[in-house]
């Protein structure tokens, strides 16, 4: 609404003091304060009320004009009820910012005020918003898409002033308003898919809010736009692939009518969401047929010329075929019933994109077929460099799951799990189907894993730990408390620290010298704590088989 507006309304008794060519300035909010400085609580376009408790003198109102010119004010309006007639210092300065001021009878309330702006301001936004959405559906309708969803957000942040984000289900951003302030921060995308999934797994109507430091975000599902919200049989099925709208904003106060056009803006995202998705389809042919011909035994030459039709469509301009990773997925539930293979399939579509790159173009290197519950990825690599331990580089099981362990596992809730295999990479045909038996036998590593999101890589099956997962749980408790409660016991009693320094022991190769200097103790002390480790487990730790049983024990503990 404009300041012009105000004046034409009786029933809020201003009066205008100064500022008659400035009255088409547009207000935004209002505000009540006191405070000498209140900057930190203005963003701009307010009407401020005031009733001048701040000023003890003249010499007040210049400083406190100044601050709220540098805010970006709209306007100042002063309480005659305090002081009588408002302070020809404060009406001066005023003048000299260009500062309009206005005079409230002392027989109208601030809130009287307040309300009126309020509704006013709401109801005008709810129209421009309207206008918005419109305009924007023309765009997309006419033609090619207008842009995407990064235009819709910055029409929201410069005509509306409300700043959104769009994020995938893993905190990934997708897109963002460049309008009115900083990128929002990755460990906040997460935290708000965190509280997104959580909440639609728990039934809660949205849209959900949260807030995060000093900031509140209302969240939007977006969902497929040829799908209803009870088109799914089951919520699980589509809470792990639905993007979100994130809005810098508490809608918990808005009207219905506004409540329904950001549904609209979710609408028009949604569509853009379905139009990139449709791109992904000939990666997950070519992924499907290359899986196919690996599964059923095909000749080498066969896949080969499969590959080197995936690899210019996956790398464009790549000359040569590259070296390949398969990455297997499995979502699995506690009830069967929920169609999984396709929300593996779109899941870890979305891991395999870097966590730091914005827009969905990234996952156009990605080819992810599935099969029943399983889904695998063929993922290309341009090259493939060797670290000085020998190790290739490529795909690390753990730092794909680093960004999405929170919000993943917030969407699984207690009846979930999301396990990952990774293989070694592959230069040839030849070896693409080991290394597609390689990365699920990482994955049924991963799944006997305590935790809702797990990984494994190759580098494990070459390892002892590769076994400790299929140890059946009661044999594995039996086990590590028949040696290592007794240490336990004793240190609870004895603060003796007997657990430490026998992991210190294992770890120094049973070297006295080293063990002690690690501990800083004198080598007769650790020889004492380590003879009393024999005493109560009856094992000798000069023996190599006592050592191993240790090592595992504190391994399975």
């Given at each position: ?7 034409d309304t009786d029933a809020l008794g201003l009066r205008l003091l100064g500022g008659e060519d400035e009255l088409d300035r547009t207000v935004r909010g209002v505000m009540t304060t006191d405070l000498r400085d209140p900057s930190r609580y203005l ?101 090619p898409a207008g842009g995407g969803p990064d235009v819709v957000l910055d029409l929201l942040g410069s005509d509306l002033d409300l700043r959104a984000w769009v994020l995938s289900p893993t905190g990934r951003l997708i897109a963002g308003s460049k ?341 800083h103790l004198h080598v007769n002390t650790l020889r004492y704590r380590v003879g009393r480790i024999e005493q109560l487990t009856g094992r000798d730790l000069s023996r190599l088989e006592d050592k191993l049983d240790f090592f595992l024990a504190l391994?399975?503990?």
């Open positions: 609404m404009r300041l012009r507006a105000l004046l963003s701009g376009g307010e009407l401020v009320l005031t009733g001048l408790a701040w000023r003890r003198d003249a010499d007040d109102s210049e400083p406190f004009v100044r601050i709220l010119v540098q805010a970006g004010v709209a306007a100042l309006a002063a309480g005659e009820a305090e002081l009588g007639d408002v302070p020809d210092d404060l009406v001066l300065a005023c003048a000299r910012n260009r500062l309009p001021l206005f005079a409230v009878h002392e027989s109208v309330a601030f809130a009287t005020i307040t309300e009126h702006v309020v509704r006013q301001v709401s109801g005008e936004r709810a129209g421009d918003l309207a206008a918005v959405v419109d305009r924007h559906r023309r765009m997309m309708t006419s033609g309008v009115g302030g900083p990128a929002l921060p990755a460990e906040v995308c997460a935290e708000l898919a965190a509280e997104h999934l959580a909440a639609t797994r728990t039934g809660r109507r949205g849209p959900h809010r949260l807030s995060v430091g000093q900031a509140t975000y209302s969240l939007f599902p977006i969902r497929s736009s040829g799908r209803s919200p009870q088109a799914a049989r089951d919520v699980r099925e589509t809470v792990l692939s639905d993007w979100l709208l994130a809005v810098e904003a508490d809608a918990g106060d808005w009207p219905a009518e506004r409540l329904d056009l950001l549904q609209g803006v979710t609408q028009l995202i949604s569509v853009e969401r379905d139009r990139r998705d449709a791109a992904r389809t000939v990666r997950r042919r070519l992924a499907q047929e290359v899986l196919e011909l690996v599964q059923t035994g095909a000749a080498p030459a066969e896949i080969a010329a499969r590959l080197r039709v995936a690899a210019p469509v996956l790398l464009p301009g790549l000359g040569a075929a590259p070296h390949w990773q398969v990455v297997v997925a499995r979502v699995e539930w506690q009830d069967a019933g929920v169609e999984a293979g396709p929300v593996a399939q779109s899941l870890l579509e979305e891991i395999l994109v870097d966590p730091l790159a914005t827009g969905p173009e990234p996952s156009d290197r990605i080819a992810v077929a599935h099969t029943g519950e399983e889904a695998v990825a063929l993922v290309p690599l341009p090259a493939v460099s060797t670290e000085h331990d020998g190790s290739e580089t490529g795909i690390v099981a753990d730092a794909l799951l680093q960004s999405v362990r929170e919000p993943l596992s917030a969407g699984l809730d207690d009846d979930g799990q999301v396990t990952l295999g990774v293989s070694a990479a592959v230069h040839s045909a030849e070896g693409l189907r080991g290394a597609l038996e390689e990365a699920r036998h990482a994955r049924r590593v991963a799944a006997a894993r305590p935790g809702r999101v797990c990984a494994a890589g190759h580098q494990e099956l070459a390892s002892h730990v590769l076994l400790l997962p299929f140890v059946p749980d009661d044999v594995r408790r039996a086990f590590t408390a028949r040696l290592l409660d007794p240490l336990r016991d004793y240190d609870r009693r004895h603060r003796a620290e007997l657990i430490p320094t026998l992991e210190a022991f294992l770890d120094c190769d049973g070297s006295w010298t080293r063990c002690a200097t690690r501990l391994r399975m503990s």
